[in-house]
C-alpha cells in the first residue's frame, strides 16, 4: 500500500460514498451491480477501515445477496468483495455467515474460473481470523464443495497439457483454502475422514511447484495430533 491511501480512505469516508455504493448494488443495470461490487472490494483490499461502515449501512447483507446475481460478473466481483470483508480480522464473520452456502454453491455451478477461484478465497478468509464459523463450514458442506472442485480439476493438474492455464485455475486457491481450514481440529477431522481425501496425495505428483506444495502442507496439517 503506497503512502498517503489511508488519507484517501478518509475522504472516501466522508463524501458518504457507501451510501450511493449500496444503491448501486440493487442497480437495474448489471454492469452498475458488477463495478459496485468490485468497488467495495478494492475498498477492503488493504486494511480494515471501511468494515465498521459495511456493518453500519447493512451492505454486507447486499452483497451476500449478489453471489446469486443472474449477472455473472456480479457474482464473480461479489465472491471477491466477501473474501476482503473476511480478510483482515473476523469484525464482519458473524455478518458473513450467510455468505456460506452461496460460495459453497458456486463451487459447484458451471461459473467462470476466476468466480470459482474468488469464492473459494473468500471461505479460506472466513476461517483465518477465527475458528467461529467452521461448524458452519462443514454444515453448508463448504468443504465438501473445496474437495469436489479439486477432485474435478485434479485430472489435469497432473496431465496439463500446453493449453491448460494453471495460474488461472481455481485449484491452487481450492487447495490454499483447504489448507487454511485444516488450522482448525473441527476441519481437519472431516477432511482426513473424506472419501476424496486421497486425490490430495495425488496431486503430490503435480508438475506444477505450487499444487504440490498445498498438498503436502494439507497432509503434513491432517496428520497433526
Same mark, same amino acid.
Given at each position: !500500500?503506497? &503512502?498517503?491511501v489511508?488519507?484517501?480512505?478518509?475522504?472516501i469516508?466522508c463524501?458518504?460514498?457507501? /451510501?450511493?455504493?449500496?444503491?448501486?448494488l440493487?442497480?437495474?443495470?448489471? =454492469?452498475?451491480?458488477a463495478?459496485?461490487?468490485?468497488? @467495495?472490494? =478494492?475498498?477492503? $483490499?488493504?486494511?480494515?477501515?471501511?468494515y465498521?461502515s459495511?456493518?453500519r449501512?447493512?451492505?454486507?447483507?447486499i452483497?451476500?445477496?449478489r453471489?446469486?446475481?443472474p449477472?455473472?460478473? *456480479?457474482?464473480?466481483?461479489a465472491?471477491?468483495a466477501?473474501?476482503?470483508? #473476511?480478510?483482515?480480522?473476523?469484525?464482519?464473520?458473524e /455478518?458473513?455467515? $450467510?455468505s456460506? &452456502?452461496h460460495?459453497?454453491n458456486?463451487?459447484?455451478k *458451471? +461459473?467462470e474460473?476466476? *468466480?470459482?477461484?474468488?469464492?473459494?478465497?473468500?471461505l479460506?478468509?472466513?476461517?483465518?481470523?477465527?475458528? $467461529?464459523?467452521c /461448524?458452519?463450514?462443514l454444515? /453448508?458442506?463448504?468443504?465438501?464443495?473445496? @474437495?469436489?472442485?479439486?477432485?474435478?480439476? #485434479?485430472?489435469?493438474?497432473?496431465?496439463p497439457? $500446453?493449453?491448460d492455464s *494453471?495460474? +488461472?485455475?481455481?485449484?491452487?486457491?481450492?487447495l490454499?483454502?483447504?489448507a487454511? !481450514?485444516c488450522?482448525?481440529p473441527?476441519?481437519?477431522?472431516?477432511i482426513?475422514?473424506?472419501?476424496?481425501?486421497?486425490?490430495?496425495?495425488?496431486?503430490l505428483?503435480?508438475p506444477?511447484?505450487?499444487?504440490?506444495?498445498?498438498?503436502?502442507?494439507?497432509? =503434513?496439517?491432517?496428520? +497433526? &495430533?
Open positions: !500500500m503506497f &503512502p498517503g489511508q488519507g484517501f480512505y478518509e475522504y469516508k463524501a458518504s460514498v457507501l /451510501e450511493f455504493l449500496k444503491s448501486f440493487s442497480h437495474e443495470d448489471p =454492469n452498475m451491480r463495478k459496485a461490487c468490485s468497488a @467495495l472490494g =478494492n475498498m477492503c $483490499r488493504h486494511n480494515a477501515f471501511f465498521s459495511l456493518a449501512y447493512q451492505i454486507v447483507s452483497l451476500i445477496d453471489c446469486s446475481d449477472d455473472k460478473r *456480479t457474482r464473480k466481483f465472491c471477491f466477501i473474501g476482503n470483508a #473476511a480478510y483482515h480480522n473476523d469484525v464482519l464473520y /455478518e458473513l455467515r $450467510r456460506i &452456502p460460495l459453497a458456486l463451487l459447484q *458451471t +461459473e474460473d476466476k *468466480t470459482k477461484a474468488n469464492a473459494a478465497g473468500a479460506s478468509n472466513l476461517v483465518r481470523n477465527s475458528d $467461529r464459523l /461448524e458452519d463450514i454444515s /453448508e458442506g463448504a468443504v465438501q464443495s473445496l @474437495l469436489k472442485l479439486i477432485s474435478d480439476y #485434479a485430472v489435469s493438474a497432473l496431465n497439457s $500446453r493449453n *494453471t495460474n +488461472e485455475s481455481p485449484l491452487k486457491i481450492a490454499f483454502s483447504l487454511k !481450514m488450522a482448525h473441527l476441519c481437519r477431522q472431516f482426513s475422514s473424506s472419501h476424496l481425501f486421497p486425490v490430495i496425495g495425488r496431486l505428483q503435480s506444477e511447484s505450487s499444487i504440490a506444495k498445498y498438498a503436502s502442507v494439507i497432509i =503434513n496439517k491432517v496428520a +497433526e &495430533p
